[in-house]
């Protein structure tokens, strides 16, 4: 969108926003202040409220719909929880809550029940070997098993 309205170093903030994104709730904050600034600077209020309010849309949408999705089918979780972890991880433990909440849970999800597991998986204790073939002394046929 900052390459449509000419904004200067549309590159640059893009990468910028994208790399931000990755922080939940405050790195888009951040990043889109500064996209915004420079929009505001090089093209005037208007430009610079049209792109706030496109960055607000998508920022909801993918905050919203698209992550829950995504990461909820990746690790098997349903959407709301996914939300609910990262709504808990950032009121217990702030922006990092948030970041890590989901990847901890993650973890916590299929370990904690591989860890109770009743049985065992046995191991092989050395490299698995065949057993040596029986010698035939010269002469004689093998015997043959029917």
């Known amino acids: 969108m900052l390459a449509i ?5 549309w590159a640059a903030l893009a990468v910028l926003i994208f790399l931000a994104s990755f922080i939940p709730i405050v790195g888009i904050l951040f990043a889109g202040a500064v996209a915004t600034l420079v929009t505001l600077g090089a093209k005037g209020p208007i430009f610079a409220l049209i792109f706030v309010g496109i960055l607000i ?7 919203h719909v698209l992550q829950p999705l995504i990461v909820g089918r990746v690790l098997h979780f349903h959407p709301l929880a996914i939300i609910i972890v990262l ?12 970041v890590v909440a989901v990847p901890i849970t993650a973890i916590l999800y299929r370990a904690v029940p591989e860890l109770f597991k009743d049985e065992p ?4 204790a050395g490299p698995v070997q065949k057993p040596p073939a029986q010698a035939v002394p010269a002469g004689e046929k093998p015997e043959q098993k029917d």
């Not at 309205?5 to 170093?9: A, D, F, K």
């Not at 849309?57 to 905050?63: I, P």
């Open 121 to 124: 998986i046995p191991l092989p």
């Open 57 to 63: 849309v998508e920022q909801q949408l993918e905050n």
């Open 5 to 9: 309205m000419g904004v200067p170093l």
């Open 87 to 98: 709504a808990v991880g950032g009121i217990l433990a702030g922006i990092a809550g948030a």
